[in-house]
């Protein structure tokens, strides 16, 4: 169980968020002039890997807020946390 | 004192007597004897049998690791304990300890037989034997493979005892009590760290203190009486907490661990009661020090299971510690020189002792002591065979080939009555590698050493590979200086002599003048594995450890392979040819000893295993007799029997009700969300299928939400309070979802929109009143207002004042029935609800439950979502295209109703079923099919809501059927186990389909 710097709460105990797979994904503006394979890009396609992945976290037991965080899924090492809306870091 | 009780320690209390019983028979120990050194003291080894060959067995170890010594605690059987360590259980009055897995008796066991037909039960026996004849399985392999599995006896009752969590944060968490324990804790606590040190013993020092030997000087004294003084000068330290019997069971990522106290095991009966048993403690630690220490190798030789074989090093502790002779003429065997220490122990005591050791020859401190002190030693033998069956009773040693691949010369008997061994130091790594640390091979000696990598965590002391005082005391202290950046510790001038192992020899499996398939050397005592199973596991093909472990079950008890593990990989690798390290290890998994369930769960058992809600009407309910369903965490009323209906009566009577007079629901539990800010209804517009603009203030529109995949996640009416001011409703269950839902799309993927969500779910209150009368009851309930459709239309919100309370009544219906839902703040829930009830009375309003409100629902066709649908189920599906909106440009899930997949015409559909009996109730989940001939038979659809409507007088029932919407009036089968029932499809409105009744 790791330890999470809350953007807004500061470190807090993993327990209290929940993640929400990879982070920046943008939602089409314009679905309908998407093929099918266009479409299914966007809802089902979504990367597992073993190393350092972009994903978005929820403080659900907290004050509630989305942002990004950078974590290696390898070893829970978190490289960087930041808001919605941000640039993603380089890492 | 007994004949084995021959020596007075300061740890152990002779003037306080405690009295216990073993198998039913009564005997006495001292206070802060394990029940294992009380049982020695009274010169009982068999303990136990083995598990597959039921063997006898006696107490091996002193610690954790013990294989044989597992009892069964509390003759209770309610209330029983089973697979308890006997060298971990403190001794207290009163208990009661039997020994497992022995039938009738300890000494006269039946299942001995085993041990006679083990050459026909090897490693894989079950997976070779129990795969035919196929009949066979559920009569005679199941059930006597049941009766052959488990050691001890699992408790019939819940357990009555209280266990407790505690959190705690501290700069440096140091695990293990021993001498690099303690100086990496005064170290650290002296540098103004807040530290905790744990140790799972009842005192600290490890094997320390009671090392008396005058080979082992720390600053001119004794080890054990210099470690006496430090422990004392540790205890007076202010900023550390010292926590013994506290044993660390999981070593987590970002030093998160959790320690298991015992807090009142070791207390007598009397004293426990009220007391809390275990505490589990959930550690962060900024930094933390593993100083967990090493365990003693036994060695693997035919017959080395006896009772009376013993590691050598327990057997000093037993000794020195306890004060207790594990026998009156003891063997060493040994590969190295710590055996030594307990050799020189035994003999200081008068205690006859010879040594056995396969090396040719050691010339360290210690063995001199012991060669000066006149004491036998066999150089360059081994132990070919034991004898004695209930307890041992003699050896025989042979002479070792150059090599030591083989032996040579004549056999050599030798009496004894305790066999202690020693095949050299495990480091316990457990913890290390739970952390995700990785290991290296250490050739010289072979043992597994930590790889240090962790800039969070390090280990010390033996279990960092460091075995000799010197470099124990001296590495511990650099290198907790390095990993505490601290300059200068309080152990830089320290002075340590000790005697020092040059001669290093190790065979993981002796050899032996008879071939090993007639062996019984035992690697795995706990299960039973030998080196036999071992290599019968490689010659039938299987190369890797986790593999080979699992075929023969060696490592995979309750001792976890403390002991057996380094052996097999060992005898692998010689087997294989290979060296030992290329070979990696098993997985070392928490916890490191096994855990009660109540430790893990702590308070979180009975009422506070998990929440429970009541609606502020619930004491209504319950006075009114009502059974109630579980509906997420709500408590919800299901149905109200009178005089001893059954569910079916009364769901009977209060649907009629309903529909000729006057019901009442308790609606409180759906989810309610208050959305303000001016971008609001575009937000609904987006979240809803249906069209939100031009919804009038004080108008209601029922909703129903999609997840981007198209298929419906949840529905509910929500109502126009002003502006810029809305009141969603969702389903009872799907409240926190749907908010956590639009939470994150409002702030990912619209954070341009001015829309605010807060729950009100628990803040109103609501009674739902529907039926031909309701509009009287309310103008009984308001009689200054206007109910007329044309006031107060069918969709639409008022504000009134009942009492002085201010309401918001709703004219929406579930039911199809003419219905108001009168909204209030929660703490007027009950009030309320009494009003309606003495307003409803001369119309005889009926409470009705969910199995009505479900029932009634059902005969309009309306839907649940989540009974109804599974989450693969368009709106289009559902055959609501109605709701969705094609002028809309977009809403959650819109693309998605247009792929390939959601417009095939053969997805499962909703769709009414009438039986050709229409007194045949369907079951909810049963399958439909269209033809039974054709094999495999095609599951087409299932019943998903099905009922009996008193107000139709016939069967009702909900489906989804693949192609269901062209199907009216076909013919369809729902087979059941014993008949197959004809239904016909049929439109999934069944009652009122003009909507007449809403306006009645």
Not at chain 2, 256 to 273: G, R, T, V, W
Not at chain 2, 708 to 717: A, F, K, Q, S
Request: glycine residues 8%.
């Amino acid at each position: 169980m790791f330890v999470i710097n809350c953007p807004y709460c500061g470190e807090r105990d993993q327990s209290e968020f929940s993640c929400g797979g990879e982070a920046h994904i943008v939602r089409p503006k314009q679905p309908t002039e998407l093929s099918d394979d266009e479409w299914a890009e966007y809802l089902f396609m979504r990367k597992n890997i073993k190393g350092v992945q972009f994903e978005r976290w929820n403080h659900a037991h907290g004050c509630r807020k989305w942002f990004n965080m950078v974590r290696d899924t390898s070893n829970d090492k978190i490289h960087a946390v930041y808001k919605m809306g941000e640039k993603p870091p380089v890492i | 004192m007994t004949k084995y009780r021959i020596n007075k320690t300061r740890f152990v209390d002779q003037t306080k007597t405690v009295s216990f019983t073993f198998d039913g028979k009564k005997y006495h120990g001292f206070e802060g004897d394990t029940l294992a050194s009380a049982l020695l003291s009274n010169g009982i080894h068999l303990v136990g049998r083995s598990f597959k060959y039921h063997r006898p067995r006696g107490i091996m170890s002193c610690g954790s690791e013990e294989p044989n010594a597992i009892c069964q605690i509390n003759d209770n059987t309610d209330l029983t304990e089973p697979n308890v360590r006997a060298t971990e259980i403190e001794l207290y009055e009163g208990l009661k300890a039997s020994s497992q897995n022995c039938w009738p008796s300890l000494n006269f066991d039946i299942g001995g037989i085993n041990n006679l037909i083990s050459p026909f039960i090897p490693a894989g026996f079950y997976y070779k034997t129990f795969m035919w004849p196929k009949s066979f399985w559920k009569k005679i392999y199941e059930p006597l493979i049941r009766l052959s599995a488990g050691l001890g006896k699992s408790p019939t009752q819940p357990d009555p005892d209280i266990y407790d969590h505690k959190h705690e944060h501290c700069d440096v968490l140091v695990i293990g009590g021993g001498i690099s324990g303690i100086v990496s804790a005064k170290i650290a606590a002296k540098n103004n760290l807040k530290t905790i040190l744990i140790e799972d013993k009842n005192i600290l020092g490890g094997s320390t203190i009671y090392q008396n030997n005058k080979n082992f000087i720390i600053d001119n004294q004794k080890s054990n009486e210099w470690l006496m003084n430090e422990i004392s000068e540790l205890e007076k330290l202010d900023n550390l907490i010292i926590k013994t019997r506290t044993s660390l069971a999981a070593f987590h990522s970002y030093n998160y661990l959790l320690a298991k106290e015992n807090i009142s095991d070791h207390l007598p009966l009397d004293k426990k009661n009220g007391s809390i048993r275990q505490r589990l403690w959930k550690i962060r630690a900024d930094k933390v020090i593993v100083a967990a220490g090493a365990i003693e190798r036994p060695l693997i030789f035919n017959n080395n299971d006896r009772p009376g074989i013993i590691l050598a090093n327990s057997v000093k502790k037993y000794l020195d510690f306890y004060g207790v002779s594990t026998g009156l003429n003891n063997i060493i065997f040994t590969n190295n020189d710590s055996a030594y220490e307990t050799a020189v122990s035994l003999f200081e005591k008068g205690i006859s002792v010879k040594i056995v050791d396969i090396r040719k020859k050691s010339s360290s401190n210690i063995v001199k002591n012991a060669e000066d002190l006149g004491i036998k030693i066999y150089w360059n033998s081994t132990v070919v065979n034991t004898f004695g069956y209930k307890k041992i009773k003699s050896i025989e040693i042979m002479n070792l080939s150059e090599d030591g691949s083989n032996v040579t010369g004549n056999k050599h008997k030798i009496q004894c009555d305790c066999l202690s061994i020693s095949g050299g130091w495990t480091p316990m790594v457990h913890m290390h590698t739970q952390s995700g640390g990785k290991l290296d091979f250490r050739e010289i000696d072979q043992v597994f050493v930590p790889t240090e990598k962790s800039e969070n965590h390090i280990n010390v002391g033996s279990c960092n590979g460091d075995f000799e005082l010197e470099e124990i005391v001296k590495n511990t202290n650099n290198k907790v200086k390095k990993f505490l950046n601290i300059n200068e510790g309080s152990f830089d001038k320290i002075s340590v002599v000790c005697s020092k192992e040059s001669e290093k020899k190790n065979i993981w499996l002796l050899p032996n003048t008879i071939s090993e398939s007639k062996t019984k050397s035992f690697i795995d005592f706990q299960n039973d594995s030998t080196a036999k199973d071992i290599k019968l596991a490689l010659r039938e093909g299987f190369k890797s450890i986790e593999h080979v472990k699992r075929y023969t079950t060696t490592g995979m008890a309750t001792d976890q392979g403390k002991l057996s593990n380094m052996h097999a990989l060992g005898i692998i690798a010689d087997t294989a040819g290979v060296k030992m390290g290329t070979l990696g290890t098993t997985t070392f998994r928490p916890p490191f000893t096994p855990l009660t369930f109540g430790a893990i769960v702590g308070r979180s058992v009975g009422k506070f295993f998990d929440i429970v809600r009541k609606t502020s009407i619930h004491e209504w309910h319950v006075q009114n007799n009502a059974k109630f369903e579980n509906v997420g965490q709500w408590k919800r009323p299901w149905y109200y029997p009178i005089n001893n209906e059954n569910l079916h009566e009364a769901v009977q009577r209060e649907s009629k009700a309903a529909r000729d007079s006057a019901g009442i629901l308790d609606a409180s539990t759906l989810g309610k969300i208050d959305i303000q800010g001016s971008d609001a209804s575009e937000f609904l517009n987006r979240v809803y299928t249906n069209a939100w603009s031009k919804l009038g203030i004080g108008k209601c529109r029922y909703g129903l939400m999609l997840n981007e995949d198209g298929m419906v996640y949840d529905d509910g009416v929500t109502t126009r309070l002003g502006e810029n001011h809305y009141l969603m409703t969702t389903t009872t269950g799907g409240a926190a979802n749907v908010l956590s839902k639009l939470e994150d799309y409002l702030q990912t993927e619209w954070p341009e929109l001015d829309v605010y969500l807060t729950s009100v779910t628990d803040h109103y209150s609501t009674a739902s009143i529907c039926g031909p009368n309701s509009k009287k009851i309310l103008k009984k309930l308001f009689p200054n207002k206007d109910f007329s459709d044309e006031a107060f239309p069918h969709m639409s919100y008022q504000d009134a004042i009942i009492d002085k309370i201010e309401c918001r009544i709703m004219r929406i219906s579930f039911t199809g029935e003419l219905s108001y839902e009168i909204n209030v703040e929660s703490k007027y829930g009950k009030s309320l609800w009494e009003n309606c009830i003495a307003a409803g009375e001369e119309y005889k309003i009926t409470p009705y439950g969910t199995e009505t409100m479900h029932l009634l629902r059902a005969e309009k066709g309306f839907i649940i979502v989540g009974q109804d649908t599974d989450g693969t189920m368009t709106p289009i599906d559902l055959q609501m295209d109605w709701i969705v909106s094609k002028k809309k440009y977009d809403f959650i899930g819109k693309r998605s109703l247009y792929r390939s997949d959601t417009m095939r015409e053969d997805r499962k559909q909703l769709v009414g079923l009438l039986t050709d009996d229409p007194n045949e109730i369907l079951e909810e989940g049963a399958q439909i099919v269209s033809e039974l001939d054709k094999k495999p038979v095609e599951m087409i659809g299932h019943v998903t809501s099905s009922y009996f409507s008193p107000n139709l007088n016939k069967s009702i029932a909900l489906a989804v059927v693949k192609g269901g919407k062209k199907m009216n009036g076909q013919k369809l089968i729902v087979p059941m186990e014993n008949k197959n029932i004809n239904v016909t499809v049929s439109d999934f409105i069944f009652l009122d389909k003009e909507n007449k009744r809403i306006n009645a």
